[in-house]
């Protein structure tokens, strides 16, 4: 439970039954207000609980996306890599031969 001071001032109005009379002036008066918060507080708890459940989720999502992509390249482009392979080897054999 949370104590909270709460100062209240009430608004001037003129006094009923006294017409043509000033607003009357009033003393500030100092309430204390005891409030429970902890309803709101484990509300808010899990509110952030799941926040963070969803963060996490859209963050595999975004790694098995990623994930994907690449499996994609490796599988897809298997024999174009096997062919640049084959073309970086002859360029160094020519490198080689030129270097003779």
């Not at 309803?39 to 963060?55: A, S």
């Not at 999502?61 to 490796?74: A, G, I, Y």
């Amino acid at each position: 439970m949370n104590n909270e001071v709460v100062k209240v001032t009430p608004a001037k109005f003129p006094c009923p039954g006294a017409p043509g009379k000033q607003f009357k002036r009033t003393n500030t008066m100092t309430v204390k207000l005891i409030l429970d918060t902890t309803e709101f507080k484990d509300k808010l708890n899990r509110i952030e609980k799941q926040v963070d459940r969803i963060i996490d989720k859209i963050t595999f999502l975004k790694f098995e996306r990623d994930l994907d992509k690449v499996k994609n390249v490796v599988i897809n482009n298997d024999s174009s890599n096997a062919k640049i392979a084959d073309k970086i080897l002859k360029k160094l054999e020519e490198c080689r031969e030129k270097l003779k």
